[in-house]
């Protein structure tokens, strides 16, 4: 078993070190954050304030048509004294499925259908909504900060295109376990935002509930390379070598022969 020595004081300071380093080597000064409520976002915006001050960081609130826990995103906002506003994506997810496969009329023709898929759907709010934050962030002159963490990158928990695309990942090397012990260093967070029980927001269950998986086992099998379970094990690095293309940059099928620039 792995040694795991963790001092969530110093993880947070060095990620807001580690951010003014880079602001100053790319030149920025603001940062877009989208504020879903739960703990990874609120986390992101907290250091990112802490690290550029609150003047310079944007909230975007993203719900698809109607989100329930809205109020815990403007909370987080108004919390840290960052900047806010709401971009509803529900028509335009409404549109893109339109256009897709509901309605024939708008889609076209072909010599293909699409057919409706849950998955595919509940994969188009991220990517709509990752969509919206570059937009706002190019349009200001800003970096956009990623919230997904190392737990879920493990087990494929995140969408291509979608969650993953950002221009600095504040979370990327922390489990979901250490991020709440990250938060709750930070009194200007409600903790009950901190360890909220996360959920996608999308598919009316936890996160727990749709991977089958706890975060604590998660969290074992990446820091003590173990969470005590072979089964439990085995199911994890199933699902990390499944989906390790979401971790890295889409692959090159490169047509030369041992590199002699011959095709």
Do not use: W
């Amino acid at each position: 078993m792995k040694n795991y020595i963790f001092s969530p004081e110093k993880a947070r300071d060095r990620l807001a070190e580690g951010l003014r380093n880079l602001a100053r080597e790319q030149g920025f000064t603001k940062v877009v954050i989208g504020i879903s409520g739960g703990k990874d976002s609120t986390v992101t915006a907290a250091i990112c304030a802490r690290a550029l001050g609150a003047e310079n960081v944007y909230g975007v609130m993203l719900p698809d048509g109607e989100q329930k826990d809205i109020a815990d995103s403007r909370r987080v906002c108004e919390s840290l004294g960052i900047h806010f506003r709401t971009v509803n994506i529900g028509k335009m997810h409404d549109a893109l499925r339109d256009a897709a496969f509901r309605n024939p009329e708008i889609a076209g023709d072909g010599d293909f259908t699409v057919p409706d898929s849950r998955e595919s759907d509940i994969n188009v709010g991220p990517r709509l909504r990752m969509t919206v934050l570059r937009y706002i962030a190019q349009a200001l002159g800003a970096r956009l900060a990623g919230t997904g963490n190392l737990s879920e990158a493990t087990v494929g928990y995140c969408t291509k295109d979608g969650d993953t695309s950002c221009d600095f990942s504040m979370l990327g090397a922390l489990t979901s376990i250490e991020v709440v012990q990250v938060g709750l260093t930070m009194p200007e967070l409600p903790a009950e935002l901190v360890q909220k029980t996360p959920t996608d927001g999308l598919s009316g269950v936890s996160d727990e509930e749709k991977l089958g998986l706890r975060y604590q086992d998660i969290h074992n099998y990446i820091r003590l390379g173990t969470c005590g379970d072979p089964e439990t094990d085995r199911k994890i690095a199933g699902k990390e070598a499944a989906n390790m293309h979401k971790r890295r940059m889409p692959l090159i099928l490169n047509p030369f022969e041992a590199g002699d620039g011959n095709a």
